[in-house]
């Protein structure tokens, strides 16, 4: 069964692997997977954070790819209805799913292969789009201590831009202007 296991997350291992993850933290990643599939409906009931909640092995930015690694395997799944063939994903067909939501206004389309090299298939991007909801729990809590507000600010701040909300931090020179004269 360890050699089926292993085959089917070789796509998984792949992406991580793309991403520069030591293999100490793929197979803390693996560890819990049977399949692609439990990834990727742990991340829709976002609960990757609570099953990879061992910071020293998975600090948060990394489980942000984790949860981006979850969403490219639903899109792929949706596109192809099978999970094989993930490994033959590049960079650049990564990036372009990272910037879906990015500042790339038109995306190009993924070309992913399929298993047979003859036959090649295409994965649409979504136009970039704001979230309708945000879970809280995407982002990091502040404990207080001054010591660790650089680290907060920075996970907080890339979250947000993550998001693509990084322009609601940004100051506005006319708030005050607008908070006088908007009644509402």
Same mark, same amino acid.
């Given at each position: ?37 439990? @990834? ?22 990394? $489980? ?8 490219? @395997? ?25 910037? $879906? ?84």
């Amino acid at each position: 069964m360890a050699a089926t296991r292993s085959n089917k997350n070789k796509g998984i291992k792949h992406l991580l692997t793309m991403n520069h993850f030591s293999q100490d933290t793929i197979d803390y990643v693996l560890a819990g997977l049977n399949e692609p599939e439990d @990834l990727v409906v742990m991340n829709n009931f976002g609960e990757i954070d609570n099953f990879y909640s061992d910071e020293t092995k998975l600090p948060m930015m990394k $489980r942000l790819i984790v949860k981006e690694v979850a969403m490219l @395997l639903e899109h792929y799944y949706i596109s192809h209805n099978t999970y094989d063939g993930i490994e033959t994903i590049n960079e650049a067909q990564w990036k372009t799913h990272i910037n $879906r939501r990015g500042n790339v206004e038109n995306a190009p389309m993924m070309t992913a292969g399929t298993h047979t090299s003859t036959v090649h298939t295409q994965m649409t991007v979504d136009p970039p789009k704001r979230p309708l909801s945000i879970k809280l729990a995407d982002f990091p809590s502040f404990n207080g201590k001054m010591s660790q507000w650089l680290t907060f600010h920075t996970e907080f701040t890339s979250t947000a831009s993550i998001y693509q909300m990084g322009d609601l931090l940004k100051e506005n020179p006319a708030h005050k202007t607008q908070l006088l004269s908007d009644s509402t």
